[in-house]
């Protein structure tokens, strides 16, 4: 059974950094890429970064990057997402996916709030 726990998310002044942490059991390989999308309240869910499984390459939305950076730890089994210089506009929930090839498998988010 694929599980994937999120943690790290909180509440951060602007200007601030949070790291985000997914840890995932459950599967060992046959999967293409993890990745975090986040949907703030009234908005669509939008993609963040994903990590390629093959060669590690990596994918960051416009209004991230440069600001965040994804990464992989294959023996804690464990995506994080490093943000910082965070904005209001990031407020969202984040949440962490792993692609397989018949779908994608999802963890229950964490907030990220970003206000003075």
């Known amino acids: 059974q694929v599980q994937l726990v999120e943690s790290g998310g909180g509440l951060v002044q602007p200007g601030g950094s949070l790291r985000l942490s997914c840890t995932t059991s459950?599967?060992?390989?046959?999967?293409?890429?993890t990745g975090w999308v986040r949907q703030a309240p009234g908005k669509e869910r939008e993609a963040v970064s994903c990590i390629d499984s093959a060669d590690l390459s990596t994918n960051y939305a416009d209004s991230v990057r440069g600001r965040f950076t994804i990464s992989r730890d294959t023996v804690k089994n464990t995506v994080y997402l490093q943000m910082n210089s965070l904005k209001p506009e990031d407020t969202a929930v984040y949440y962490c996916y792993v692609g397989f090839v018949f779908g994608r498998a999802w963890g229950q988010g964490t907030q990220v709030t970003v206000s003075s």
């Open positions: 459950g599967f060992t390989s046959n999967y293409y890429a």
